[in-house]
């Protein structure tokens, strides 16, 4: 009995509850040879746990012209040969380096290192190439599935026309080798559908998040698809306005009107000016969020006035009266009251029992080209579609600066993006 129970023939215990919970159990002694062992203990179908030995990785086996791969296999720098985990043995690898590589026999180990450190660099440039290839693959493939959305094109198109296309244009003008390359784009009728659906997504969660902190008005009408179903169109008008409001533009408006209007003194003292000036109007207008036509009828108004109130804030307040000096800041308001004044157009011209979702996208891709022919006029230096600010100009024989212009443009490409 003393000779099996030394014998380790009763030390294998069979699997309990506490030992399940723990899938693998690793430990490391040294074999005869001096060589790390890691031993992986799973349980086998019986209960009891079976030791898997899987050898370490000795820095001593680059002598013999081997490194390590991330699977803890051997690999030979010269041949690029992988081993199996149970070869990283100092008599295995030395018996390759022998057999194969005689001719490297005395090579110090500077040599190796060198060799390892190509080896390593060639492998991180494959790797970075082929997630770059594959990452420039996948953003095309969205941006064709978004413009096939777009089109409402049949998904197929892809692969039995596009591809087709692109392919026999880099052939011609480029090379095969980039023909070769655009083959490798996911545009099966599937990842289009999944593409599509991804980009509908994330317009519906973009949207979602806007609205959510902003006044927005619903549309909805009832239409049939192709299979005669009765499905729901929503319209959704929000404002998405990110510019000069960020430079306290409006804020300025705001202090000015209020300014004058908040006191019943100041606003008769201010009606009498009028008069005596011979102004078209004898008062400003409030701006409130509620009523989101006033806007642009405040910023039309005070620009209107802006003599009469430069001239009354220079007797009341001389901070806000230089606000009212400042070309820069004139510019902003008129830009503002114009642009304003546009969209108010847009916001009417969607209103009314007779309008449908369809005369609405007409409505709203047509104002999406005016944007464009803006933006043209604009780059020019020509303001004439934006009447209150060429008046401005014209009447003190100003130019729009560099940074005016910019901002412009820039601005008018940003309410052409909150229409996508």
């Known amino acids: 009995m003393d000779r099996w129970l030394k014998g380790g023939h009763f030390n294998k215990k069979p699997v309990t509850e506490e030992s399940l919970s723990t899938q693998s159990v690793e430990g ?6 001096g060589s790390q062992v890691v031993h992986h203990c799973n349980s086998n179908a019986n209960g009891f746990i079976n030791p898997i030995k899987k050898r370490k990785y000795n820095e001593s086996y680059l002598e013999m012209g081997f490194s390590e791969t991330n699977d803890c296999q051997p690999q030979c720098v010269i041949c690029l040969k ?13 018996r390759h380096f022998e057999k194969t590589h005689p001719d490297y026999e005395g090579k110090k180990t500077d040599y190796f290192k060198r060799k390892r450190t190509e080896l390593l660099a060639v492998q991180n440039k494959i790797k970075t190439h082929v997630q770059t290839d594959n990452e420039n693959a996948l953003r095309a493939s969205y941006m064709v599935s978004y413009r096939i959305s777009q089109k409402g094109e049949v998904h197929t198109i892809a692969k039995t026309l596009i ?10 003008m480029l090379d095969e080798k980039s023909a070769k390359q655009l083959s490798t784009i996911p545009l099966s009728n599937n990842n289009v559908a999944r593409r599509i659906a991804d980009l509908a997504t994330n317009v519906e969660k973009t949207l979602a998040s806007i609205i959510k902190y902003s006044k927005f008005a619903l ?19 929000y404002e998405n306005m990110h510019f000069f409001e960020g430079k306290n533009v409006m804020d300025d408006a705001i202090k000015i009107i209020n300014f004058i209007k908040s006191w019943p003194l100041k606003s008769r003292l201010f009606k009498i000016l ?3 000036m011979g102004s078209l109007h004898s008062t400003l207008l409030f701006h409130t969020e509620v009523r989101w036509l006033s806007r642009g009828k405040a910023l039309t108004r005070l620009m209107e006035l802006r003599t009469e109130v430069l001239s009354f804030l220079m007797d009341h307040n001389v901070t806000l009266g230089e606000i009212m000096n400042d070309v820069t ?15 108010n157009e847009l916001s009417l011209s969607l209103q009314g029992r007779t309008m449908t979702i369809f005369d609405a996208s007409h409505k709203v891709s047509a104002f999406k ?11 020019k230096g020509k303001f004439e579609c934006f009447p209150i600010m060429q008046g401005f100009l014209e009447e003190n024989d100003e130019q729009a600066s560099t940074n005016i212009v910019n901002e412009i443009i820039e601005h008018l490409k940003q309410l052409k993006n909150s229409f996508e």
């Open 28 to 33: 490391r002694i040294n074999d005869e040879n």
């Open 82 to 94: 992988v081993l199996p985990n149970s070869s990283m043995y100092p008599g295995k690898l030395r």
């Open 163 to 172: 591809i087709p296309c692109l392919i026999d244009i880099a052939t011609c």
């Open 219 to 237: 549309q909805m009408d009832e239409s049939t698809d192709v299979a005669g179903l009765a499905i729901l169109l929503v319209f959704v008008r």
């Open 274 to 276: 009028c008069d005596d």
């Open 329 to 343: 800041r004139l510019c902003q308001f008129s830009y503002l009251a114009d642009i304003y004044s546009k969209m």
């Open 369 to 379: 080209r005016k944007i464009d022919y803006w933006v043209e006029c604009t780059t």
